[in-house]
């Protein structure tokens, strides 16, 4: 039972090494120069599911303030404020709302996760044009006959 | 104007890139004087850098005007400074001596190469100059895309190797991204500094996660910078690439990742963490052993000019890695030294290899025959770089050895000294074998002085000034940072010695 809950309360965390265990099988034993780029994919996504889960909490939901809860709480005042510029408006709004931080999703990670996905990209990309200029020189993308064709040449 | 100099670093290198991608397309010609341009700006601005870091203390500057730890945190010290002087000083460098080889490796891609060139110093300076943990992985992986990009450009076998090293990089990367992960779930910050300080006030050093997060930065650091037993990316690499390319990663990448595990060990995780709590200093002192004489063995095998270069890199990590875990204050000067030091005499080696390669077309170390004749000047240069890595005084190799040993001898690790010892020798056997091979050659030689005919082999044909000239500048600035070694050192040693990392025998 002990295991159970091990599992149950972390699955995030079991899933996400399960996945990236499946990335680096692939990018280890697979022979396939394409098959291995996939794996690679595979790994990187694992990583991101990690990042974001851990952002995520239960019940909450994106961190954007509303408008009538920040009216409400303001009153009349809120046009006013908004004249002193923007600084002098956040500031009073601090002082006057309570916000409840486990409303809200922790959105930094998420953010994190947009510059890694757009890396993982130019990754893969990178990685298939390197592929193609290997199809290109040696006529294969399977590992093991481009490194009996380097033997042979020489 | 001064108070910019940290984002000036990045700015010209990173702006003329972009430039250089828009307008090399049409016209060819303008690449390199834009790249040597940006660089030598890039160059000033690290030296401003270093000299207020030097009157000043550390700086700080916060990108557009973010204070940590919400923003992106320059934090520029003595040891920051220094390297990204070192990193755009090999870069100006390099982009001097491309001026030729460029055009006859890449005709139809100068504009790209050159993109990627100045793309990858400032993912180097970038990743050097940052105080922030996300933002380092940012920068690791402009950098590591571009110099896959620059090391498939070469011939085919280069481009398999740059596939291998595609698959390892991102594994390193992507390591060193899990542990920044773990490392933001206990204690919700990104910044460097911020995060140690975290972690020093709530007392998490004992929690397993920051030991996973620990386990995972350094392994992924280890893998980027090609320590022993996961360094099988690097030799083919390097030894294939087109030369200029090997000329800029050789010296820079495998540094730039020793300086970010110093950094990591020193300013996030702490000396208390790293070096006293976990007792890790005596396995991986003899990893460094291992990974030295490795090295070492495996470059005296190679007959390849440039893959014997890339094995003595893996020796050099070695040295590096060591020296940082002696747990030794005198072992992490000699360490910070090292790095300097390194960079400039593999740019000398690496340089000279490319220079030979140009000149007859061998890559191996038959190309050296009857040199001595042929380009006096460009042997000498030469020379001192391979002095260097043998440790003759006074270039800088011999002064950081004498560091890293002295470091060795304190704290008791004589298996890490003798590994020095021994590299050193086995460097001082390869190096003299080519010497002997470029000045007696295998064929005899049959013009002397007087006879000044231009025929094809006897004939004096120094390198071109465009490779000529930074090979010479890089020796003459090995002597240099091997004669002023104390002033060096003394910015160093200001740097380190708050850290209070334990010194003596212990």
């Not at chain 2, 875990?325 to 090292?338: C, K, N, Q, S, V």
């Amino acid at each position: 039972m002990e295991l159970f809950e091990a599992i149950s309360t972390k699955i995030n965390y079991w899933v996400y090494i399960v996945i990236m265990m499946i990335g680096l099988f692939a990018m280890i034993s697979k022979n396939n120069l394409i098959k291995k780029l996939i794996g690679m994919s595979i790994f990187q996504t694992a990583i991101i599911l990690f990042y974001v889960s851990i952002g995520v909490k239960e019940g909450a939901t994106i961190p954007i303030l509303y408008h009538d809860q920040v009216h409400a709480a303001h009153g009349d005042h809120g046009e006013a404020d908004t004249s002193h510029g923007e600084h002098g408006a956040v500031e009073s709004h601090e002082a006057d709302i309570h916000i409840n931080p486990d409303d809200f999703t922790n959105p930094l990670v998420h953010v994190l996760m947009l510059t890694a996905i757009v890396v993982g990209v130019s990754t893969l990309g990178v990685g298939l044009a390197i592929t193609q200029k290997l199809h290109r020189e040696f006529g294969s993308i399977e590992e093991h006959e481009i490194l009996e064709i380097i033997k042979s040449g020489k | 104007m001064i108070e910019q100099s940290p984002a000036l670093i990045l700015i010209p290198p990173f702006l003329v890139a972009i430039l250089v991608a828009l307008v090399g397309f049409r016209y060819q010609k303008v690449c390199f004087p834009l790249t040597v341009l940006s660089l030598a700006g890039s160059v000033v601005a690290c030296v401003v850098t270093l000299m207020r870091v030097i009157e000043g203390g550390t700086i700080r500057y916060f990108i557009a005007g973010w204070a940590p730890p919400f923003g992106i945190e320059f934090r520029i010290d003595g040891l920051n400074a220094l390297v990204a002087v070192t990193v755009s000083s090999v870069g100006l460098l390099a982009a001097i001596y491309s001026k030729n080889r460029v055009p006859a490796e890449n005709p139809d891609k100068v504009s790209q190469y050159y993109t990627l060139f100045l793309l990858l110093i400032t993912g180097l300076l970038g990743m050097v100059i940052t105080g922030d943990a996300f933002n380092l992985y940012v920068m690791l992986e402009v950098a590591a895309l571009t110099s896959y990009a620059l090391i498939a450009m070469g011939p085919k076998r280069a481009t398999l190797a740059a596939y291998k090293y595609v698959i390892m990089g991102t594994i390193g990367a992507s390591f060193y991204l899990l542990g920044v992960g773990y490392l933001y779930i206990k204690t919700g910050s990104l910044n460097m500094f911020d995060i140690h300080e975290v972690l020093k006030a709530n007392d998490l050093f004992g929690s397993p996660a920051v030991l996973v997060a620990f386990i995972m930065i350094t392994v992924g650091v280890w893998i980027k910078m090609a320590f022993f037993p996961l360094h099988a990316w690097l030799p083919n690499s390097y030894a294939y690439a087109p030369t200029t390319s090997s000329a800029i990663l050789g010296p820079l990448v495998t540094k730039v990742m020793i300086y970010v595990m110093i950094r990591l060990t020193l300013t996030v995780f702490g000396v208390e963490y790293t070096f006293i709590q976990l007792e890790w200093s005596n396995i991986v002192v003899w990893m460094s052993v291992l990974a030295i004489l490795a090295g070492s063995i495996s470059a005296l095998a190679q007959t390849d000019l440039r893959k014997m270069l890339a094995f003595l890199i893996i020796a050099e990590v070695g040295y590096m890695v060591g020296g940082v875990w002696l747990a030794d204050e005198t072992g992490m000067i000699g360490a910070i030294y090292h790095i300097i030091a390194d960079a400039f005499m593999t740019l000398c080696v690496f340089l000279f290899a490319g220079i030979l390669f140009a000149k007859t077309g061998k890559r191996d170390l038959s190309a050296m025959d009857g040199q001595f004749k042929k380009m006096p000047l460009t042997l000498v240069g030469f020379l001192v770089g391979a002095f260097s890595l043998i440790g003759i005084p006074p270039t800088a190799g011999f002064f950081s050895k004498w560091y890293l040993i002295q470091g060795g001898i304190n704290s008791g690790h004589y298996e890490y000294v003798i590994a020095l010892l021994i590299s050193s020798l086995i460097n001082a056997v390869l190096f003299f074998r080519m010497i002997e091979i470029a000045y007696f050659g295998v064929k005899p030689a049959e013009g002397h002085d007087h006879n000044h005919s231009s025929d094809h082999d006897s004939g004096r044909s120094e390198a071109s000034a465009s490779m000529l000239i930074p090979l010479l500048i890089t020796a003459a600035i090995l002597l240099l940072i091997g004669i002023f070694n104390k002033d060096l050192v003394a910015i160093i040693t200001d740097f380190v010695s708050p850290f209070n990392i334990a010194s003596g025998a212990r």
